[in-house]
């Protein structure tokens, strides 16, 4: 597969349950610092940079998170960046704006 770096931004939008929101989205920062993958917390997402597979796995991973946690509902908004024969990162398209 694909084995470019690639750069994707999360958003979990949890939907009811027993938890204040804030607490199902800090459970999924903190499975996205143990992934190891290059990443910064943002306002409304979370910018994760990997290989594809690595990224798909960490999706795989917070899902399974919210299920085995009885999270009632939830939406994992992404979007992905890639590029097909080279690496894309988030720092090419923000360091000009720091």
């Known amino acids: 597969m694909h084995q470019y770096t690639v750069n994707a931004a999360l958003q979990l939008l949890p ?15 903190a499975i996205i610092k143990r992934s190891n ?15 594809y597979s690595d990224i798909m796995q960490l999706i795989g991973d917070i899902n399974e998170y919210l299920i085995n946690a009885k999270c009632r509902e939830w939406i994992l908004g992404v979007q ?11 720092a090419e398209k923000t360091d000009k704006h720091r």
């Open 15 to 29: 939907v009811g349950g027993t938890k204040h929101p804030y607490e199902w989205v800090d459970e999924a920062i």
């Open 80 to 90: 992905l960046q890639m590029r097909s024969e080279a690496d894309i990162t988030a």
């Open 37 to 51: 993958l290059k990443s910064e917390v943002g306002a409304f997402t979370t910018t994760v940079e990997g290989s």
